[in-house]
């Protein structure tokens, strides 16, 4: 793979012709966390439901249970939104499962050549690997959805051992205001149908990787609970054959 993939920057108008009026999409070219950035602006009373920050680079980018995350400019798609669900707060919980979902389904519509899946709770895999993830936090009347997905990385650049990227994968699409466009309206779709009522888990279930599998999980307080993982609750928990649920933790698939 050439170390020279493109690395077109970010450009709104081209987003926006992509995407329906309930998005709005900003670019920033560096910023600390698009997250932390969206929170401000929700306790200011600033945001809207359908807003979108977008950046080229974060300097304190952050995962699921407050790892860093950074990565080299240009070489990812970063990006937070914020919106307020019709659905009662105590359902909301199942929402990061739907954004992977969206995030799966955008890519196999850019590329079907290319298969992801999804890890329980966050993580998007493409051949095992880990090639995104999101995190959500509530915030006023809604929520805010961190989306990282790696796009022109390269080897060198890979956060972790057990990273790839669209690139390493020849996935055919690196264009990232594309990818981005096509994310949302993916998740415009499926929110408008979750918002409707409709059960969307078993689509979840087609993708999960961790259904089916003997997962190690830890838990906050450092407890491990080990089981084969047999489904996916309402509130999006992991359910185990044992009839245990996982609302948070760290997975591991066993082998």
Not at 40 to 63: C, I, P
Not at 112 to 125: E, I
Request: glycine residues 8%.
């Amino acid at each position: 793979m050439s170390t020279d993939t493109p690395r077109p920057p970010l450009d709104t108008v081209q987003i926006s012709e992509k995407i329906s009026r309930y998005w709005r999409v900003s670019v920033v070219e560096v910023t600390g966390s698009t997250q932390e950035d969206l929170l401000n602006l929700v306790q200011r009373a600033e945001a809207r439901t359908g807003d979108v920050l977008v950046t080229n680079y974060q300097s304190a980018g952050r995962g699921r249970l407050d790892r860093t995350f950074e990565a080299p400019q240009a070489s990812a798609l970063l990006f937070s939104f914020y919106i307020q669900p019709k659905r009662d707060q105590s359902e909301w919980s199942l929402l990061p499962l739907i954004v992977g979902l969206s995030a799966s389904f955008a890519l196999s519509t850019l590329d079907p050549q290319v298969t992801s899946s999804l890890k329980w709770p966050n993580d998007l895999l493409i051949s095992g690997l880990k090639a995104g993830g999101m995190i959500a936090q509530t915030a006023g009347n809604g929520i805010i959805i961190g989306v990282g997905i790696n796009v022109a990385m390269q080897e060198s650049e890979l956060p972790v051992a057990h990273a790839t990227s669209l690139s390493l994968q020849n996935f055919g699409e690196l264009n990232r205001n594309v990818i981005l466009a096509a994310f949302l309206n993916e998740f415009a779709n499926l929110l408008e149908r979750w918002e409707a009522g409709e059960d969307l888990r078993h689509l979840y279930l087609e993708r999960c990787s961790s259904i089916g599998a003997k997962i190690q999980a830890e838990l906050p307080g450092g407890v491990i609970k080990s089981g084969v993982a047999v489904g996916i609750s309402p509130n999006g928990e992991l359910i185990l054959e044992d009839g245990s649920r996982i609302t948070v933790g760290d997975i591991v698939h066993l082998r």
